[in-house]
């Protein structure tokens, strides 16, 4: 989680690209309020607010890890099958 506004996070970003460099992933999770409130719904991000910043950012992030290991993209997330019982 990543506030481009906060010194230390800036600070810590390079450190880990000193260290890490071009093993280090481009994309970036910006703390997001969205991503904050899911889980005390009980739900992920894609199934809270799949259009949020957050569920876009941690998208990119799957996509780039696949690509990084020559796999498929990741399939578009489906809502979960509720369980209620008609009255």
Do not use: C, H, W
């Not at 810590?12 to 690209?17: L, Q, Y």
């Not at 690509?67 to 979960?80: C, D, E």
Request: aromatic share 12%; hydrophobic share 35%.
């Amino acid at each position: 989680m990543f506030d481009s506004r906060m010194t230390l996070s800036n600070q810590v970003k390079d450190e880990v690209f000193k260290y890490f460099g071009p093993k280090m992933f481009n994309s970036i999770i910006p703390r997001n309020i969205r991503l904050a409130e899911a889980p005390g719904f009980g739900q992920s991000i894609f199934q809270y607010d799949p259009k949020s910043k957050g569920a876009e950012s941690y998208m990119a992030f799957a996509r780039e890890f696949l690509s990084r290991r020559g796999l498929s993209q990741p399939p578009a997330p489906v809502a979960p099958e509720t369980t209620e019982n008609p009255a």
